[in-house]
């Protein structure tokens, strides 16, 4: 096939391709209802998720929902979440997200973006995955892994999560926009690393601009 010659083009490519190599991608955080999937994504800031995933049995029984979240001392809630780092900031922001919860929405977890961006800790990368994961409405997240594969693979050359966001939610339809987020982030964490990304593997060598590999090997 010839390589597709825009970012929308080559978006429409790269999504066929993950959707072949990830086809059951799944959030790798563990959770069984969206108050859990909420703070862990709160405590996934800067951690990966096997870190978080060792972490949140004991906060969920402890702080099995909103409420008690809401009322819980910061002191005793950082010891729990210190290994995530940041761990105060997680603490304060993982107790304001109770309360407000509670207070402001009866304490069942908002489902709109603009809803959820009124809570502590969260941003539109978090309220993305809540809306995508478990409501199964559109939402795509925009984190390190998205936002570097999407330059890196000639998407776009914007930097701002938000500017990324709205580039890509443009050229896939709303229905995919998690699931294309999801196999981003798989895709970045198994094939397109940061530092040392495995370009002769990797299954958009032929159709990506910053491939490594000599240019007489995208001859596939």
């Not at 304490?107 to 478990?134: A, F, Y």
């Not at 966001?165 to 690393?193: M, Q, T, Y």
């Amino acid at each position: 096939m010839g390589k597709p010659r825009t970012p929308a083009g080559r978006a429409k490519e790269v999504a066929s391709r993950l959707a072949e190599l990830y086809p059951g991608a799944e959030c790798e955080l563990n959770h069984s209802n969206p108050y859990e999937l909420l703070a862990a994504t709160i405590l996934s800031a800067q951690c990966t998720d096997a870190r978080v995933n060792m972490v949140t049995p004991a906060l969920f029984k402890k702080y099995p929902t909103p409420l008690a979240l809401s009322q819980a001392n910061q002191e005793e809630l950082e010891v729990i979440v210190k290994s995530t780092g940041f761990y105060q900031s997680k603490a304060k922001n993982l107790i304001g997200m109770g309360r407000v919860v509670t207070e402001n929405f009866g304490g069942v977890i908002p489902h709109e973006l603009e809803d959820l961006v009124t809570l502590p800790g969260v941003g539109r990368k978090t309220g993305n995955v809540l809306r995508s994961v478990v409501f199964d409405l559109p939402g795509l997240a925009v984190d390190t892994h998205v936002g570097r594969l999407s330059r890196r693979m000639g998407l776009t050359t914007e930097e701002d999560p938000v500017k990324v966001e709205k580039v890509l939610n443009a050229f896939i339809p709303p229905a995919e926009w998690g699931r294309f987020s999801l196999r981003l982030i798989l895709h970045g964490r198994r094939v397109c690393d940061a530092k040392k990304p495995k370009c002769d593997i990797c299954e958009m060598e032929d159709i990506c601009p910053s491939s490594n590999l000599p240019t007489k090997s995208k001859s596939k």
